[in-house]
């Protein structure tokens, strides 16, 4: 079983900048891919970035550029770097881990980001 925690979402302006956390811990087995995805209102939920277990990292084309994933095993975090941020962008951001060897999804609560002058 997983358990995941993100923090880091807020109020921003457009062009500006935050950082997303996720902080994991797994009883057994370990985790292989971890990614972010958001969800809009009325919208359907989105794969934003994701990470492999050998360090591959894949972006949606909106996104490419703009953000960064990045994932510590030492400190079991996962992090999202938002920058140049646009409205488009508000959306409830959660943190996804996929297991193994027992391919299980895990899901944080989200995290609020607004992107708003």
């Known amino acids: 079983q997983v358990q995941l925690a993100e923090s880091g979402g807020g109020l921003v302006q457009p062009g500006g900048s935050l950082r997303l956390s996720c902080e994991y811990s797994?009883?057994?087995?370990?985790?292989?891919?971890m990614a972010w995805h958001r969800q809009a209102p009325g919208k359907s939920r989105e794969l934003v970035a994701s990470?492999?277990?050998?360090?591959?990292?894949n972006y949606l084309d909106s996104v490419k550029g703009r953000f960064t994933i990045a994932r510590d095993n030492a400190k079991n975090t996962l992090t999202l770097q938002m920058n140049s941020l646009k409205p488009e962008d508000t959306a409830v951001y959660l943190c996804?881990?996929?297991?193994?060897?027992?391919?299980?999804?895990?899901w944080g609560q989200g995290t609020q980001v607004t992107v708003s002058s």
């Open positions: 990470v492999s277990a050998d360090g591959s990292t």
């Open positions: 797994i009883k057994k087995g370990s985790i292989s891919a």
């Open positions: 996804r881990a996929t297991t193994m060897p027992r391919p299980l999804n895990y």
